[in-house]
């Protein structure tokens, strides 16, 4: 069935999953979230994509949950979040940090509630200068979800994400760049070029070594370093045995540019 809610291309190695209902700043209901799962589960299957690229369309990023999906009369519908958040939210982040490719998040305006934790499960979030991130779960009542007490105090330290979400005020994205949740800012016009083309750089890398690197990175979030220690030796024999090693190493001794085939 074709998407409804997102829009999906695939070009130069490079998925492009972009959020598509403009007009609610791309809040996410049920269906919406469907799509997107199922998006990240063909570029884990598909050997053509060698980086996704996730952005929204319109003026906003993503306002986070659809909150007019729960209501009807005014009155807040009996919903079991619990469950809509393992149905919706969560296969999404795991299925961001299972995908071993890189993942860049475009954020091209706000980025609010689950839209902003969204974003900070990414491997590279590349912002426009007009964009914003709020914890916008405290102000109507709710705790933050999506990983967000996972990735925001690991990103930014705990202190920072506590007033974050305790207050729920607006980042901008040079705030959140120089306290480090995330990795670029760039001018609004060439906000989609730029992290296009640095997408398009991560799809010509040696796909094998990232995924791996990708899968050490996640163990650090929580293993002690022995464990780590045994991790980085088992997949760097891994990483070892891929033909973008030996074409890596050729083309060093060779003097010339490496031609990665992400296997
Ligand atoms: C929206 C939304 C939206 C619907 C803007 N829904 N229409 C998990 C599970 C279970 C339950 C609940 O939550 C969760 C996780 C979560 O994500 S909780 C957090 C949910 N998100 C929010 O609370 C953010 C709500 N939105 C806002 O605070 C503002 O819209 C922001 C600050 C994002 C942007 O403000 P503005 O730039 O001033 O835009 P706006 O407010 O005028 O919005 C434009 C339109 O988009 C407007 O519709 P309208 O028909 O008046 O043009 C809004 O109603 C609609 N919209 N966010 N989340």
């Known amino acids: 069935m074709p998407d409804q809610f997102i829009s999906v291309e695939t070009t130069r190695g490079v998925m492009r999953i972009t959020l598509n209902r403009p ?7 049920s269906l919406m979230a469907a799509e997107v799962q199922a998006a990240l589960r063909s570029a884990g299957s598909d050997p053509a994509v060698r980086a996704v690229l996730l ?12 909150l007019a999906e729960f209501r009807s009369d005014g009155a807040p519908q009996p919903v079991d979040f619990s469950a809509h958040i393992r149905k919706t939210y969560n296969p999404i982040v795991q299925a961001i940090r299972a995908l071993e490719k890189p993942v860049v998040c475009a954020v091209n305006g706000v980025a609010a ?38 990735f925001l105090p690991r990103l930014v330290g705990l202190a920072r994400a506590t007033a974050m979400m305790m207050l729920g005020e607006k980042v901008t994205a040079e705030e959140a760049l120089a306290c480090g949740m995330i990795y670029r800012v760039c001018e609004p016009t060439s906000l989609m070029q730029e992290a296009g083309a640095f997408a398009e750089l991560l799809a010509s890398q040696a796909t094998r070594g990232l995924g791996l690197t990708k899968r050490l990175l996640n163990a650090s ?4 370093l022995g464990t780590q220690l045994e991790l980085e030796a088992e997949l760097q024999g891994e990483a070892g045995r ?4 030996a ?12 031609a990665f085939v992400g296997r």
């Open 23 to 29: 007009e609610v700043l791309n809040s996410f209901h």
């Open 55 to 66: 952005t929204g369309a319109g003026r906003a990023f993503c306002a986070g949950q659809d």
């Open 113 to 150: 509630g689950a839209g902003a934790n969204l974003a900070l499960a990414c491997d590279f979030v590349i912002a426009s200068g007009t964009a914003s991130f709020i914890q916008a779960f405290v102000k109507i009542g709710l705790v933050p979800d999506t990983g967000g007490t996972f």
């Open 221 to 224: 979030l929580a293993g002690d």
């Open 242 to 245: 891929t033909a973008d090693h």
């Open 247 to 258: 074409e890596g190493v050729a083309a060093f001794l060779q003097k010339r540019a490496p």
